[in-house]
Each structure stands twice: as C-alpha cells, then as structure tokens.
C-alpha cells in the first residue's frame, strides 16, 4: 500500500490551517507548498510564524516544505524553526549543492524535487545526500494540471538505481496515475485536488488513493 501525502497549495495562512485542519486524522504527513514567484510562477505569501502556530496544534502530524524557491537556503533557518521535519528543495534552484550544505547543520530530512521537463540524470550526483527525491509529474506551481506519462520512466531509473531512497510523487494524482507510478516504484504519492476537491470529501479520496 502507498502512502498518501496532501499537498497543499494555498495563498492564504487561513486557507493552509483549513487544509491542514481536514487533512488531519487521515494521514501521517502534509506537504505544504512555498513558492516565492522566482522559480515557479507562484507565490504562497509564506509567514512562518503562522505556520509554527499551525503545526504546533498538530502534533499527530508531520509537515514537509515543498520550496519552489530559486535560492531555498535562504528559508532553511525559519521553515526548521516553523516545526518541518523535511526539507524539498528543487534541483532546479540556483545553487542545490548549497542547499543540501546548509542543511547539514540540522535536524531535518532533506530531499530535492526533479520537475517535470528535467531529466533524471540531473539528479543523479545528489542522490547519496538525499533523504528522499519528489519526482514532479506536473510542471511544478499549479494543482490540477495533467499528468505527464514520461515522467514514469524516471521514477522507474530511481527505483532501480537508488533502490535505499524513498521515492516520493506529485502531480495529477489520481487512483488510475497513483497505480502507474506505485508499479514504477514510488513509496509515496502527493496529491492535492483529488483529495480536497473530491465530492465524497477527504477521508474517501485519501482511502480512495491508498487502495489502488
């Protein structure tokens, strides 16, 4: 059985309390999305602060920070002081080795994200320092977007290649694609519009993706 992670991709800290909110009590994890404008063209309005507060009252679950950011190392201080447990920054960023030096110092997992037009090998020279890698099979920025088949064979070269990292997925998730890229070897599938806009509410989607 995958695990299943909701994504949240808001613009409002009160809009991120309500996802966290329905997401609790049906999972373990929650990945909320950071975006700036510099390398995705989104920009969540992050405040740390209001973040720590919402994780604070949610001790049952654990928060990672997918940051689609152009120099991530310049939040790594306020998102590990928020309360996340797992650092996600892309491999498209200014300057990734940075990325991963800074996070040294801390006590939280560390992961890169490989967007949907970039190709595995890109990747590749990280993967011993990474906790996790988050294959995108969207373009990175916006839920809802189709799901991009070619991104099924990277996720197949990272299981076979890097068989001890976690594999974790985001992007057009829904039962049918979270089968496709369980079989190709992904231990952990993000979804966000499926879950939150699904007509029989979160708990059913999330059940739903979990039995695929």
Not at 51 to 61: G, Q, W
Not at 88 to 94: F, G, L, N, R
Request: glycine share 6%.
């Amino acid at each position: 059985m995958i695990d299943i992670i909701p994504g949240i991709n808001e613009t409002t800290m009160e809009d991120v309390a309500l996802r966290v909110s329905q997401s609790s009590g049906n999972v373990s994890w929650v990945q909320i999305d950071i975006g700036d404008g510099t390398l995705v063209p989104l920009d969540t309005h992050f405040d740390a602060e209001k973040m720590k507060l919402i994780i604070d009252a949610y001790p049952d679950l654990s928060f990672e920070a997918h940051i689609m950011v152009s120099r991530p190392e310049k939040m790594i201080r306020e998102l590990v002081d928020a309360g996340f447990k797992r650092l996600i920054a892309h491999v498209e960023c200014d300057d990734p080795r940075l990325f991963l030096e800074e996070c040294k110092a801390e006590s939280v997992e560390v992961a890169l994200a490989l967007d949907g037009a970039t190709e595995v090998e890109v990747i590749e020279p990280f993967l011993e320092e990474l906790d996790l890698v988050l294959v995108m099979t969207i373009e990175a920025g916006a839920s809802g977007l189709p799901f991009l088949p070619e991104s099924v064979e990277k996720i197949k070269i990272l299981a076979q290649n890097a068989v001890s990292i976690p594999i974790e997925v985001d992007g057009g998730m829904t039962p049918q694609t979270a089968k496709i890229v369980a079989d190709a070897g992904a231990n952990f599938v993000v979804s966000t519009s499926y879950i939150f806009k699904h007509s029989g509410g979160v708990a059913v989607a999330i059940n739903e993706l979990k039995s695929v």
